[in-house]
């Protein structure tokens, strides 16, 4: 498939991801694979595409049929409820320990791509704060008595995350590459929230009903189109909103480049967005979510490179990685690598650059203060989905 001898490109990797979807691609380094025993991610990597590619097609019949009836009457929502079930059971059947993720580059829409990305990360967060969602699930239901059992059913969760953005579905069009907002544009695309928790029927559960309604509302009170805060937000819409944010904020649009994984995760846990998200589900999110993969080469400050060979799940930042290149490029002989270890965690390397990004950021302390008027403002649709 590639001459030998070349040296592979991110472009590369996307290419035969679009390729061969269905493929499971390993990017391995046949000389430091025999002296670093690097942290196997293949099954959770597996299971992400599984249940993504899973829902991804789901919502996408959902949009086709949405289209050709103009009106949801024709969705055979018990269909819907069977997939989410069965996709539920199958990461409890295959538990994974961080949400790893892959765009496929397949056909689907944005929106039904969205959806699947959106589903999956909420579905692991989900699973990852059981007990506080089960305590945040018991203050806020009248029932003084609800079970753990019942609390922690996360049917309303994945139901809420899959139809989110049903609402945007009649505003496809605005995604077209040129398309310039009009005030109306604008309007439309605050009120789709509401629009799309309108459509819903009675018979899906009030929380999956409520994510679709506020998952535009932010922690701080900043959100759209109600303006709600904090605690008042059903725990799933908090979970929803950082899960919609991130994959928003990472996805390619024909309006604008993704944000990298580092730089959204540490806009949303650190800098100028952190303030829009619950910090204790946030927290949560930034150990499952692992911004560096397996195999990353990282530039350290001093010059070397360092390869990350195992996810640090309490201070994702600080990935641990073998230094094993010298300041010119050069392959450190095995006798000469230096660690595992933690970068920063009692010694004095610092994250330089991954590839192209420049890393001085992440090692930023300094307050930044968050521009409340962007989540209003929408001059580009970005300014509608992140933060």
């Not at 592979?8 to 035969?16: C, G, K, Q, R, T």
């Not at 819907?80 to 993720?101: G, H």
Request: proline share 6%; aromatic share 8%; net charge negative.
């Amino acid at each position: 498939m590639l001459p030998g001898g070349k040296t592979l490109s991110v472009d590369d990797v996307d290419i035969l991801r679009k390729k061969y979807p269905e493929a499971m691609l390993k990017v391995g380094d046949p000389v430091l694979d025999s002296v670093v025993q690097f942290e196997d991610d293949t099954k959770d990597r597996e299971v992400a595409t599984t249940v993504t590619q899973q829902i991804s097609s789901a919502m996408a019949d959902v949009q086709q049929k949405f289209s050709s009836h103009t009106n949801l009457s024709g969705i055979d929502f018990g269909g819907i409820r069977n997939t989410v079930s069965a996709v539920i059971d199958f990461l409890k059947n295959n538990p994974v320990s961080a949400a790893l993720m892959t765009r496929m580059g397949t056909d689907q829409s944005y929106l039904a791509e969205h959806a699947g990305n959106v589903f999956y990360l909420s579905m692991v967060l989900g699973s990852g704060v059981k007990d506080y969602v089960v305590k945040e699930r018991q203050r806020q239901t009248a029932a003084s008595n609800l079970s753990s059992s019942v609390a922690m059913d996360l049917m309303p969760l994945g139901l809420g995350a899959m139809l989110m953005d049903i609402g945007m579905t009649p505003l496809q069009h605005l995604f077209k590459p040129g398309h310039m907002l009009t005030d109306e544009d604008r309007k439309a695309i605050i009120e789709h929230p509401k629009a799309g928790a309108d459509m819903l029927p009675d018979s899906l559960p009030a929380a999956a009903k409520m994510i679709v309604r506020w998952h535009h509302e932010n922690f701080d009170g900043s959100g759209y189109p109600e303006k709600k805060a904090g605690s008042s937000l059903h725990v799933f819409v908090r979970i929803a909103r950082i899960c919609d944010a991130f994959d928003a904020a990472t996805s390619e649009k024909c309006y604008r480049q993704p944000k990298t994984p580092v730089r959204a995760l540490w806009e949303m846990t650190y800098g100028p967005y952190r303030k829009y998200y619950d910090p204790v589900l946030m927290k949560v999110f930034a150990s499952i979510i692992q911004p560096f993969p397996i195999g990353a080469k990282l530039k350290l400050t001093d010059g070397r490179t360092g390869v990350v060979v195992k996810y640090n799940r309490k201070m994702p930042f600080q990935p641990t990685v073998v230094v094993a290149f010298d300041p010119d490029g050069n392959r450190l002989t095995a006798d000469k690598l230096e660690g595992p270890l933690n970068v920063g965690e009692e010694n004095d390397l610092r994250l330089e650059r991954y590839g192209e990004e420049d890393l001085r950021y992440v090692r930023e302390t300094s307050e930044i203060q968050v521009d409340r008027a962007a989540g209003h403002r929408f001059a580009d649709l970005m300014e509608a989905v992140f933060p």
